[in-house]
């Protein structure tokens, strides 16, 4: 199927051609507007028989969307580092809200405290319900391949900081993304208001329907306990006793 977006010309057999408004990929409800009308039709794409502007049908799909990318940017970041960028890393965390995930690459340095942020190389999964692209020049649907080529060309600068060796990470990773791909993602964010830190690595569904995830306990990443210690002195009663490690605001 073409990909769907705001502008997109569509035909329908009853109202001839018309232009897509409006796309919410997560209930496969787009809003349209046809010929010279002033309001804009609400269409179900699984129902409604919406076409293309050369004929083709679009045909949404009933299996439950993903409502987050997380695990395509795992499998992106896992072919990355195949090819050479080790120094690549994924950092995902709940909003304060608890409804949505964030996902923030970066490369370089491994510092998961002081992250370098830059442009397009973060996201939430509240933005990607209704715009299901990653922000690097990618279409909806794009392979782990694909998305490695288009952030390769939006940012040259950016992913050329993270080619160099990082062996244990990963080693680490490629373990946790073969266990947990496709239907299942990590998450590296912890509320120390939710208790002490959970001794395997938190895992997370990116789509509704999925069942809770019952596979092996995964460890967390290379480093990641002696960051708790350093924070908390190396006192592990101080470590479950400490407010926040993360920000909300991040």
Same mark, same amino acid.
Not at 188 to 200: F, H, K, S
């Given at each position: 199927?073409?990909?769907?977006?705001?502008?997109?010309?569509?035909?329908?057999?009853?109202?001839?051609?018309?232009?897509?408004?409006?796309?919410?990929?997560?209930?496969?409800?787009?809003?349209?507007?046809?010929?010279?009308?002033?309001?804009?039709?609400?269409?179900?794409?699984?129902?409604?028989?919406?076409?293309?502007? &050369?004929?083709?049908?679009?045909?949404?799909?009933?299996?439950?969307?993903?409502?987050?990318?997380?695990?395509?940017?795992?499998?992106?970041?896992?072919?990355?580092?195949?090819?050479?960028?080790?120094?690549?890393?994924?950092?995902?965390?709940?909003?304060?809200?608890?409804?949505?995930?964030?996902?923030?690459?970066?490369?370089?340095?491994?510092?998961?405290?002081?992250?370098?942020?830059?442009?397009?190389?973060?996201?939430?999964?509240? &933005?990607?319900?209704?715009?299901?692209?990653?922000?690097?020049?990618?279409?909806?649907?794009? @392979?782990?391949?694909?998305?490695?080529?288009?952030?390769?060309?939006? &940012?040259?600068?950016?992913?050329?900081?993270?080619?160099?060796?990082?062996?244990?990470?990963?080693?680490?990773?490629?373990?946790? @993304?073969?266990?947990?791909?496709?239907?299942?993602?990590?998450?590296?964010?912890? &509320?120390?208001?939710?208790?002490?830190?959970?001794?395997?690595?938190?895992?997370?569904?990116?789509?509704?329907?999925?069942?809770?995830?019952?596979?092996?306990?995964?460890?967390?990443?290379?480093?990641?306990?002696?960051?708790?210690?350093?924070?908390?002195?190396?006192?592990?009663?101080?470590?479950?006793?400490?407010?926040?490690?993360?920000?909300?605001?991040?």
């Amino acid at each position: 199927m073409k990909p769907l977006a705001p502008g997109t010309v569509i035909f329908h057999r009853h109202r001839g051609y018309g232009v897509i408004i409006s796309v919410n990929l997560l209930t496969g409800w787009i809003s349209a507007r046809f010929g010279s009308e002033v309001r804009t039709l609400d269409l179900n794409l699984s129902s409604d028989e919406v076409q293309s502007a &050369d004929g083709e049908p679009i045909l949404f799909r009933r299996s439950p969307p993903d409502r987050m990318p997380h695990a395509r940017l795992m499998a992106m970041v896992r072919e990355l580092h195949r090819a050479g960028y080790q120094r690549l890393y994924l950092y995902s965390w709940p909003k304060p809200s608890g409804l949505h995930w964030r996902w923030h690459l970066f490369a370089g340095q491994r510092n998961w405290m002081q992250r370098p942020w830059r442009e397009g190389w973060y996201g939430s999964g509240a &933005d990607y319900n209704f715009n299901p692209v990653l922000g690097w020049g990618d279409s909806p649907g794009a @392979s782990p391949q694909q998305l490695a080529s288009a952030l390769a060309q939006a &940012d040259p600068h950016g992913l050329a900081q993270a080619l160099g060796r990082d062996q244990d990470h990963t080693e680490w990773f490629e373990a946790v @993304s073969e266990t947990l791909g496709p239907d299942y993602a990590y998450t590296l964010g912890w &509320d120390g208001r939710n208790g002490p830190v959970p001794a395997a690595l938190p895992v997370i569904a990116v789509r509704s329907g999925v069942p809770a995830y019952a596979g092996p306990e995964l460890p967390w990443p290379p480093g990641w306990a002696r960051l708790w210690r350093h924070c908390a002195g190396g006192d592990p009663e101080r470590m479950q006793r400490a407010p926040r490690f993360f920000s909300s605001s991040d």
